[in-house]
């Protein structure tokens, strides 16, 4: 037991210390719901309310360089009061401990609550082969990971949903309880009320250990669950309406999600001048793109179980694989329970599955990736173990170790690294700008998405935009009638640069060799639809139709003035100019 004990020790501490030490690290930007969960805390302990105030403001620059971006608000008098519009639950969870350690005990707490479900998950699957690298895969190959070194209520949620299942699943099969069984359910109800009240949808998981406790007849343990679910739910609904005025932090009041310019900040009333919360999309439409979404829920670049979860997907491999050999039914009611769970989250959210900003992988995937753990029953893959960790090594170690150093997601989306780019583009979160790190530019009666991350959009040129050298990118064209081929005229400064379009069905290359071809060589890519009419222009245009073209566009080199004329002092690295009016750069 001693090698054992002290294997699980050793990188528990290292993950326990580093994320002391990164929250100690000043960031530039809050990522996902940091903000709102700290200065809710921080309010609470030292302004003993949840009302919002200057020296929460204040609180938070000492913080975040940028202040509180993504600061979720609500007021019931045309904010002139305003409080925080975030669910209670992690808030006063975390509590106790930023009392004792500060910021930095709020880190610990997240990083606390995931290593416990992976000694959980270990210690679960301890007799089963190849248990330790699954278990290993599952939790420290996945984007979780990363959520575990961030102030916020993910990790937590996790848990409240994945403990439940653990009690559910060791206790489910044995033929007498104790007082200690039933407390053990009453603890999960506890936990799953937390949930239900931060995240509705979550209740789902809760699903299939009810109906199964009522098949087997184990009506105590169906009664001590319920019964703390519904306690722990209506203490919170009080707190909550105590410390807001509201029962719920998602109804009654009008909330405010600001990004930049803050309440309080400035004598301006940001509050009218910013807009309300767009209310979601019709049925039909989100009915019609579930198709398109379901793809890109397992296999998308920025949200897909395939690239940021994998070990997640391997579970649901193992256990589609073993459907015609196991009558388990608490392994097929957890797995209705997540289809259930995955397709109203894209009905519901058909433009905005991803989540929050600073999102890695799909967040409301992110929630449940602890329940796909127990899909597979007794984990015995072993050389099949292979296959997840590649995948884990093409990508989602990638976003782990690139979110640590927290960069901006707005410029350095994971999405902008080469290997990401060989999966599906979720142009379904493109309308609404749900989608990080692409620019919006009207040209030719079509609207241009550019990646920023090699374009620089920030210019706003008014002929056209630079493209960095030496860079990949991939353009979405967006028009309300049909397009045949895309034209435009491309300009170089280096001599050596080779510029590369590829529109599916056409490909061209310019080789800027001569004066003539850097002064301006006209381009006309021939390019067929790739989508359809999914929502990008407003429902009140005339013509609500709409036409979505790709194609990737490649810089082989570029040129940066500052270098080679004494007299300049762009220090751009200027690889194309495309030109969309003929006036020239």
């Known amino acids: 037991m001693r090698p054992r004990a002290l294997s699980i020790l050793c990188p528990a501490l290292l993950l326990l210390a ?5 929250s ?16 809710m805390v921080q309010s609470l302990w030292h302004d003993h309310d949840l009302a919002y105030r200057p020296a929460d403001l204040d609180r938070a620059g000492r913080i975040w360089d940028g202040g509180p971006a993504g600061l979720t608000l609500f007021s019931d008098d045309g904010g002139r009061t305003l409080r925080y519009g975030a669910p209670l639950a992690y808030p006063l969870a975390a509590l106790p401990f930023y009392a004792l350690l500060g910021v930095r005990g709020i880190a610990l707490f997240n990083m606390a609550l995931f290593l416990t479900m992976a000694i959980a998950a270990l210690w679960t699957a301890s007799e ?7 278990v290993a895969g599952f939790f420290l190959a996945s984007a979780a990971l990363a959520y575990a070194f961030r102030l916020e209520p993910m990790v937590f949620l996790m848990a409240c949903g994945f403990f439940p299942l653990l009690v559910w699943q060791r206790l489910r099969t044995l033929a007498e309880w104790r007082r200690g069984h039933l407390a053990a359910f009453a603890g999960a109800g506890l936990l799953l009320g937390a949930a239900v009240t931060s995240s509705p949808l979550l209740a789902l998981l809760g699903v299939p250990v009810l109906i199964d406790l009522g098949a087997r007849r184990r009506w105590r343990g169906l009664a001590a669950l319920a019964a703390a679910v519904l306690l722990t739910a209506g203490l919170l609904a009080l707190v909550q309406c105590a410390g807001t005025g509201e029962w719920s932090a998602f109804g009654g009041a009008q909330r405010r999600s600001f990004d930049a310019g803050f309440p309080f900040e400035s004598s301006r009333d940001l509050w009218q001048e910013h807009p309300p919360e767009t209310a979601s999309p019709d049925l039909a439409s989100a009915v019609r793109l579930l198709p398109r979404n379901l793809g890109y829920a397992l296999a998308g670049r920025s949200t897909g179980l395939l690239p940021y979860f994998p070990f997640a997907l391997f579970a649901l491999a193992l256990y589609l694989l073993g459907l015609r050999r196991t009558a388990d039914r608490s392994r097929h009611l957890l797995a209705a329970s997540l289809l259930i769970y995955v397709l109203l989250v894209l009905l519901a959210h058909p433009h905005d599955f991803a989540g929050a900003s600073g999102f890695l ?20 893959a072993r050389w099949s173990l292979a296959l997840p960790y590649a995948v884990a090594g093409l990508w989602t170690a990638v976003v782990v170790a690139g979110a640590l150093p927290r960069p901006d997601p707005v410029t350095q989306p994971p999405a902008s690294l080469h290997v990401f780019q060989r999966l599906p583009l979720e142009l379904t979160l493109l309308p609404g700008d749900h989608l990080p790190g692409f620019a919006a530019q009207t040209w030719n009666d079509a609207v241009w998405l550019l990646p920023r991350w090699s374009f620089f959009t920030g210019e706003h040129h008014p002929h056209g935009v630079w493209v960095r050298g030496g860079t990949r990118s991939e353009v979405v064209v967006v028009s309300p009638k049909p397009l045949a081929r895309l034209a435009f005229t491309a300009y170089s400064l280096s001599p050596g640069n080779v510029l590369t379009l590829d529109g599916g069905g056409d490909r061209l290359t310019v080789r800027f060799d001569t004066e003539g071809k850097r ?3 006209p381009v006309e890519l021939a390019v067929h639809p790739v989508a359809r009419d999914l929502g990008f222009f407003p429902r009140s245009l005339p013509s609500s139709h709409e036409l979505f073209y790709r194609f990737t566009l490649d810089t ?10 004494p007299r300049s002092h762009d220090p751009r690295d200027l690889g194309v100019f495309l030109d969309f009016t003929g006036e020239g750069p």
């Open 519 to 521: 002064n301006g060589t």
């Open 18 to 22: 580093m994320a002391w030490s990164l």
């Open 24 to 39: 100690g690290v000043r960031a530039p930007l809050p990522a996902g719901d940091e903000a709102t969960s700290v200065m």
């Open 361 to 380: 992988g799909s967040r409301y995937l992110a929630l449940v990736d602890p329940a796909f753990f127990f899909l597979p029953g007794r984990a015995r």
């Open 556 to 565: 082989s080199a570029g040129l940066v003035p500052a270098r080679v004329d």
């Open 128 to 134: 089963e082969t190849g248990a330790p690298l699954f």
